[in-house]
């Protein structure tokens, strides 16, 4: 309850923005993840590929993709860090196929004009996450 809240423990930047910023030296583990500490709250960070910084104790949904065994395009809403669907990729389609989905994803969700609010990500099951648009 906010009546409750200390006012005197000021809430960091991060924590109204939700956007952490790595400050001081970052370090890469074997499976590439990149560790830090925020700039605003001075909590552990971590992230895949240094575009976003998530919480380093937090739920990592790129993580739990991976260990997936099927491969299907997350199409996630980039601000609120959320899952808004999930397209499955048949086992044989070929290139051409996973292409004229993606472009079809893309345009249901309409990606262009989401000005990288929302992102396709290709997530491959145990091979990896990869951001598409």
């Known amino acids: 309850m906010l009546s409750k809240m200390n006012a005197s423990v000021p809430l960091a930047q991060c924590w109204y923005l939700r956007k952490h910023v790595p400050e001081g030296r970052k370090h890469r583990e074997e499976d590439g993840v990149l560790h830090c500490t925020c700039r605003y709250c001075q909590r552990p960070i971590k992230s895949r590929g240094g575009k976003t910084w998530d919480l380093a104790d937090g ?49 249901k969700h309409e990606v262009e004009e989401a000005a990288g609010t929302i992102e396709v990500r290709l997530v491959q099951g145990q091979g990896g996450t990869r951001r598409l648009h």
Do not use: K, Q, T
């Open 59 to 107: 739920f990592d949904l790129d993580a739990l993709a991976e260990a997936g065994r099927n491969r299907h395009f997350s199409v996630v809403d980039v601000i609120d860090d959320m899952v808004i669907a999930r397209y499955p990729i048949d086992r044989d389609a070929s290139d051409e196929e996973v292409a004229g989905l993606l472009a079809d994803i893309c345009e």
